[in-house]
């Protein structure tokens, strides 16, 4: 797995008030479907645009973008050029 997983991860267990335990869910595993609430998402966007320096645009705060550890993983990616 990745640092960038593992970080995000992190923020979610955190942030993302999840029923199952971050760490156990697979990369295209359903946040939405695990628990996380719409102002949960909101509080998971602002604790990445801490941790990896970055700001989600606004053709990127949708609910597709942090669906999942692997879409907000690629939504990252992209916002850091990594």
């Not at 955190?14 to 697979?26: G, I």
């Not at 550890?69 to 990616?77: F, M, N, Y």
């Amino acid at each position: 797995m990745s640092d960038t997983a593992n970080r995000i991860r992190t923020i979610l267990a955190q942030h993302a008030k999840l029923a199952k335990d971050a760490s156990s869910l697979t990369e295209d595993a359903d946040l939405y479907q695990a628990g996380m609430s719409s102002h949960a998402s909101v509080n998971v966007m602002l604790a990445l645009e801490g941790a990896f320096d970055i700001e989600f645009p606004d053709h990127m705060l949708t609910r597709s973008v942090f669906s999942s550890v692997g879409a907000i993983r690629s939504a990252v990616e992209e916002l850091t050029g990594a």
